[in-house]
């Protein structure tokens, strides 16, 4: 993609190309259900409406709707945004393992870090306070670790919730 950007629109200002590869990668990512073709005339249809309103996004473009060299290269860059598209569905599933790996692991190293953590009060104070509500038998506490209170709370908890729901 960056060499196919490089090539392209050399006959703009760095800052004019800038804006326009901007806007058309945004623009065939809104209408990448049409074709080339289709894109280039939707394009010059919108860009035309707009400077008729004397609204246009770019105005330095409109003169270039009838050159070769335009066409060409915005054929050029739709057809590379296409490819960019289809390689990033491609990788989706490999992207989607890696995050769910990585939020395994941040989740072991959480518990890790806890499990070396003397608990807060306040989560003793409500371990007291679940157990008691549900007349669960409150274990010794002295030697326990954050992890250990959590566990015991879903513990309590979730047994619970899940009679409550088979209720219904």
Known sequence: MFYIKQNLFLYL??????QLLS???????????????????????EENY????????????????????????F???VKSVFEELKYKEAQKPII?????????????????KMSKMKPTKKQLYYYEKVARAHGVPIKDTKDASRLDLRDWIMQIIEPACDSVENED
């Open 23 to 45: 806007f058309l990668k945004s623009f065939v990512k809104k209408h990448q259900n049409l074709g080339v073709d289709d894109i280039l005339d939707k394009f010059i249809e």
């Open 50 to 73: 707009y400077f008729e309103i004397d609204n246009p996004h770019f105005e330095f473009i409109i003169d270039y709707f009838e050159d070769e060299e335009f066409l060409r290269d």
């Open 96 to 112: 989607e393992a890696q995050k769910a790996k990585a939020k395994e692991f941040r989740k072991k190293a959480q518990d890790f």
């Open 13 to 18: 200002t760095p800052r004019q190309k800038s």
């Open 75 to 77: 054929k050029l860059f």
